[in-house]
Structure formats: structure tokens, C-alpha cells
């Protein structure tokens, strides 16, 4: 009979060290946690971008100069943890403080923000438990981990960066930044809700207004805004001064303005103007030198009939006029604004059209009444004729 005899040796066998692939691949994985967590603090606002920055010189530092240490390894991995729970606190913090951020928005980031924090703190737990444990330890689940990592990472990261783009796209603007984009809907579409009048510093002139009454303006002229505030509630805005009149005593003027209250916007902007400049009006009918716009030949009509779709209009460089899916009077207010009277529209067009109005401008009044005559007439089948008759004219004085 054979006997086998087993030996069992007590001793544990020394463990396998740790190869500089490992190292490797711990250092690139501090370092690129620390470039997305820094680009993620930054797109949210100047402070936490500098806090990113900060957390991630001192972790890639630790972890690329200090090459071989696995204390300093260690030490880099418990940074980046703590910066994520930073960003990811700070996400949280951002999105409570958004006050027009929809509330789903605001479940799904506290949520996703909430489990990278969780991820965070088990990642600190983590290397708190490898200071008594070996590297080894670590590494023999490399892969595991590895996976986990790139998995809840990419979360962490999404959250952080979902939350700035969102909180960005619904925080309310600063008014500055509201006059400074004033061509840019979204930013006068999020403007809180208030009236602001000042006077103007300059550079281009522009309104932008949208459906809801809100309204934005750089370098209007005091007659137009006078309009403005005392026209018909349709609320479209006329560039034109020449239905206003000045009582002996004021002075004409540039405003910037933001209008943005919900309910009677231009009452309220009838009490701003009062309230800073001292001045109110009052309408009168007075016999003026006007020129009426009526269609020359009815099947020469040279505008495009619009149904829908984004409206636009513009002056261009050398004077012509450029419109996109706009009521006629939009045309009507222009060649007011360009010959210096009242232009009375009688053309019965009632659609929105597009259509782009070319001539070169002269040098003198009378010629340049001419050109647009014949502009008019040659493109859009319209013609101006010369009249006088009753209008009423916006009277401003000073309030008693």
C-alpha cells in the first residue's frame, strides 16, 4: 500500500510586487480624473474652476513627479476624491440656487450628484483601509476596479458637467449681461423680471422684443422710446422721432432699456421714465407733411409672402433695408426713419413678407427721396406720394 503523505506550510508566500505598469496606470488615472474635474468646476463659475485647477496641479504633481512613491500615489487619489465630492457638492449647491431650473432638471442632477458623493466617499474609505494593506491588494483586482472606475467615473463627470451646462443654459442673467447680448433671445427670454432705464454709452444701436412684451434696447432715441411708452399696446418699437414733439426745454437723448415685467409693461416703463427723466405725454393731432406709401402696381408686388418661421430685419451698410417674415409696416417705419417724415401706410398688404430693398444713397434730401422712389417702385411695386394732412403727433413735456 502506498502512502501519501501531504505537507502544508504555514508560512503565507511573499506577494507578488508591483510592476510599474501598475503605477502607470494609477498615475493616468489621477491625472485625467483631475483635467475632467477642473473643466467641470470651471464651466461652472470662476471660483470652482480655480479650485479644480488648484487640486489638479497638486494631485498630477504628487502623481508624476513622486513616480514610484505608492504613498504619494495614495495621497494624489485621496485629492481627486475629495475634489470630486467638491464639484459634486457644489453641482448640488448651483442647482437649488437656480431659481428657474425646472424641477425634473433639478431631481436628475441631485440624484447623479448625490451618488458620485457616495462613489467619492467609498473611494476614500477605500485607500484609508489600503494604508494597512499592501498595494498588491489593490492590484490583484485591478481590472475589477478598473472597470468600476471608468464606469462611475464617467457618471461622476456627467453629472458635474450636465449640471453646469444646464445650470448655465437656465440661471437667470446678470443685467449687463442681458444689454451686452441684447441681440441673443435666450438671454432677454431669462431676464428677471424687472424695467431698467439708462442713458446710453454708446456703440451700435439695436432692440430685440419678443411675444411675451419683453423688449431690450441699446442707443434708442428719446423720441422713440417716448413712443414707446405712450404708443398703442402692441408694443412694436419705431425708430422714428418724427411723431414726436418736444415741448421748449428738453433736450433729445440715447437710452439703453430693458423691459421686462410680466403685466403692463408700459405703464411701468411710463413710471421709470417720469421717475428719472421728469418727463410724460400726451397725444395731439396736428397738420403735418407726411408721405403715404400705397402699391403702384398691383401685379409687380415684389415682396415674398411669409408663412411662419423666424422674423429678422436689418439696416444694411450703404442704407438699404433687409426684412424676413415682417408686417409691412415694418417697411413703413423704416422709410420714415430714412426721410425724416411721417409715413402713412396705405398699401392694404396685411401678410408678413420678405424682401431686401437696395438703392444708393446721395447726398441731399431731395435726391434721396427720389432714389427710394424709384427703388420702390422698380422692386417692390410700391410707390410714395407727398401730402399733408392731420396725424397725431406725441407731445412731450415735463411732469407737473
Not at 417674415?325 to 409715413?343: H, M, Q, T
Request: net charge neutral; glycine share 8%.
Amino acid at each position: 500500500m502506498e502512502t501519501i503523505t501531504q505537507t502544508f506550510n504555514s508560512e503565507i508566500p511573499p506577494r507578488p510586487t508591483v510592476t510599474s505598469s501598475d503605477l502607470n496606470w494609477w498615475r493616468w488615472k489621477i491625472v485625467i480624473w483631475g483635467v475632467a474635474l477642473a473643466a467641470a468646476g470651471a464651466s461652472m463659475n470662476f471660483v470652482f474652476g480655480i479650485w479644480g485647477m488648484d487640486m489638479f496641479v497638486v494631485s498630477a504633481t504628487l502623481a508624476l513627479v513622486f513616480r514610484d512613491s505608492q504613498k504619494m500615489l495614495n495621497l494624489a487619489h485621496r485629492i481627486i476624491a475629495l475634489d470630486g465630492l467638491v464639484v459634486a457638492s457644489a453641482a448640488i449647491w448651483l442647482a437649488f440656487n437656480t431659481t428657474i431650473l425646472p424641477t425634473p432638471w433639478l431631481v436628475t442632477i441631485v440624484v447623479g450628484c448625490l451618488f458620485a458623493i457616495g462613489y467619492c466617499l467609498y473611494c476614500l474609505f477605500c485607500l484609508a483601509k489600503s494604508n494597512r494593506q499592501t498595494m498588491e491588494t489593490l492590484k490583484n483586482a485591478a481590472w475589477t476596479r478598473a472597470k468600476k472606475v471608468i464606469v462611475v467615473g464617467v457618471g461622476v463627470l456627467l453629472a458635474a458637467g450636465t449640471t453646469a451646462v444646464v445650470i448655465r443654459e437656465f440661471s437667470t442673467p446678470s443685467i449687463e449681461e442681458v444689454f451686452n447680448h441684447y441681440w441673443e433671445g435666450r438671454y432677454l427670454k431669462k431676464a428677471p423680471p424687472v424695467v431698467i432705464l439708462r442713458p446710453s454709452g454708446g456703440g451700435i444701436s439695436g432692440v430685440t422684443s419678443q411675444d411675451t412684451g419683453r423688449m431690450v434696447a441699446r442707443g434708442a432715441p428719446l423720441g422713440a422710446l417716448m413712443s414707446l411708452a405712450y404708443g398703442p399696446p402692441a408694443m412694436h418699437f419705431h425708430w422714428s422721432e418724427n411723431r414726436v414733439s418736444f415741448a421748449p426745454g428738453i433736450t433729445d437723448g440715447k437710452f439703453d432699456f430693458l423691459l421686462a415685467v410680466p403685466n403692463h409693461p408700459q405703464a411701468a416703463l411710463q413710471a421709470e421714465i417720469k421717475k428719472q427723466l421728469g418727463l410724460v405725454a400726451h397725444r395731439e393731432t396736428r397738420d403735418t407733411d407726411v408721405l403715404v406709401l400705397k402699391v403702384s402696381n398691383p401685379s409687380a408686388i415684389g415682396l415674398a409672402v411669409v408663412n411662419g418661421g423666424n422674423r429678422s430685419d436689418r439696416t444694411t451698410e450703404r442704407g438699404g433695408y433687409e426684412f424676413t417674415n415682417e408686417p409691412i409696416n415694418f417697411l413703413r417705419d423704416y422709410l420714415e426713419n430714412a426721410l425724416g417724415k411721417p409715413v402713412i401706410d396705405e398699401t392694404e398688404l396685411t401678410q408678413n413678407y420678405s424682401g431686401s430693398l437696395k438703392w444708393n444713397p446721395p447726398s441731399d434730401k431731395a435726391a434721396k427721396l427720389k432714389e427710394i422712389q424709384n427703388a420702390l417702385s422698380d422692386q417692390f411695386g410700391l410707390e410714395l406720394v407727398q401730402r399733408r394732412e392731420p396725424i397725431e403727433m406725441l407731445i412731450v413735456e415735463k411732469a407737473q
